[in-house]
């Protein structure tokens, strides 16, 4: 099973509210979840936390082999959470552009 660490919106409309959760990367986007780990508000006043995740289990998932999606990898590296084997990843890409562009 393939997990990945994503974002579950449960705002209502037009106020986005999204919950970080730990779910198989083939779950529709609110369906069901392994874990919840944090929470993630864009509306939030500057006195309110706009993020907030259980930085432990975050590493733990990501430890596993756990994917995060785009924006919960853009919200952990605000954390300084390094997710695994970015730089590996962009390095292959780097390298087929080139091989691409010399061939």
Not at 9 to 16: A, H, K, S
Not at 44 to 58: H, I, L, T, W, Y
Request: one cysteine or more; aromatic letters at 6%.
């Amino acid at each position: 099973m393939a997990v990945a660490l994503r974002l579950k919106r449960i705002g209502r409309r037009n106020r986005p509210y999204f919950r970080i959760c730990v779910m198989d990367e083939r779950t529709r986007r609110d369906g069901r979840t392994i874990e919840e780990i944090g929470h993630y508000n864009p509306l939030a006043k500057a006195e309110d936390p706009q993020f907030q995740v259980d930085e432990e289990r975050a590493r733990y998932w990501l430890s596993v082999g756990a994917q995060a999606s785009e924006t919960v990898a853009a919200l952990l590296k605000r954390r300084s959470i390094v997710i695994p084997n970015a730089r590996a990843q962009r390095r292959r890409r780097r390298a087929a552009k080139r091989a691409g562009r010399s061939q």
